[in-house]
């Protein structure tokens, strides 16, 4: 399984790397923001909580029975790419099995579902396997149900 994790890996880096320098590209921050109603809110502690982080190593979760940390991701769809950085890929034995978004405050809506479905997505292209998908608030963990087809109909919208 660690081989086989390691090139997925690079693959999702490399794909990243293709999108941050594509001229076609939009951000899953861009799509989900178009769903807000506030303004940005958590925004500063959400790049506080990625500076903390992002120093983590994703290659370890070829090695490591259970691994979680924030993961590049990016894909390239008929009207471009759709790029951002998951706060947590949580892998077990290898495999990405969860997503999670975290939050400051504690009342999500439908931008953060959009968000974190959009994630989902992007693991379930990169690594062909279908995570579940989460919203972790400073009180509660919240599964995004039929994260697919948020994340489709936010896409459609978006357009």
């Not at 506080?48 to 090695?63: Q, T």
């Not at 990405?96 to 989902?120: H, M, N």
Request: charged content about 30%; some cysteine.
């Amino acid at each position: 399984m660690g081989v086989r994790t390691l090139k997925l890996i690079d693959r999702c880096l490399k794909l990243f790397e293709e999108a941050r320098n594509s001229k076609h590209a939009v951000s899953v921050s861009e799509v989900a923001r178009r769903f807000s109603r506030g303004k940005g809110r958590g925004a500063e502690e959400g790049r506080r909580f990625h500076s903390k982080v992002w120093s983590l190593d994703p290659y370890a979760a070829a090695y490591e029975p259970v691994w979680a940390c924030p993961l590049p991701l990016a894909w390239r769809f008929r009207f471009g790419w759709l790029y951002g950085v998951a706060d947590q890929v949580v892998f077990e034995d290898g495999v990405p099995t969860k997503v999670v978004e975290y939050k400051s405050y504690p009342k999500t809506g439908k931008a953060e579902k959009v968000q974190a479905a959009l994630y989902g997505l992007l693991v379930e292209l990169v690594f062909c396997i279908r995570p579940e998908v989460l919203i972790a608030t400073p009180h509660t963990v919240e599964k995004v149900r039929k994260w697919e087809l948020v994340a489709l109909s936010a896409l459609g919208e978006f357009r």
